[in-house]
């Protein structure tokens, strides 16, 4: 089980971190994303983390501004969005797959609920 949170409002150029806790400690073969769907759109890869080595992956639309991180201990991944824009308005997602540094979604097993971002002034 997976719970996604830190969504809000915030001004364009700001910043917003997501945090998404599993209910046991992820496999150091499985990999954490993040997705996003805003309205009316199909649901889009982000980011995602391999939760043994930690190497990342992330959408061209948000290289540069996010920033995903995992620690171990606390069970989260952490996504650090800077620069935010309201293309970015969307509902996000944190997903759990069990092997392969994956962008599509069907390839992740397990998902959150979901946090609205909305960046808007």
């Known amino acids: 089980q997976l719970q996604a949170s830190g969504g809000g409002l915030v001004l364009p150029g700001g910043s917003l971190r997501l945090s998404c806790v599993a209910s046991g400690r992820p496999y150091s073969s499985h990999v954490m994303g993040w997705f996003r769907q805003a309205p009316g759109k199909e649901r889009q890869f982000v980011s995602a983390?391999?939760?043994?080595?930690?190497?990342?992956y992330y959408a061209d639309s948000v290289k540069g501004r996010f920033t995903i991180s995992r620690v171990n201990a606390e069970r989260t991944t952490y996504l650090q969005m800077e620069n935010l824009k309201p293309e970015d308005t969307a509902r996000y997602y944190c997903a759990l797959a069990y092997r392969g540094l994956s962008t599509i979604e069907n390839d992740y097993a397990v998902w959150g609920q979901g946090t609205q971002v909305t960046v808007s002034s």
């Open positions: 983390i391999r939760w043994g080595v930690g190497n990342t």
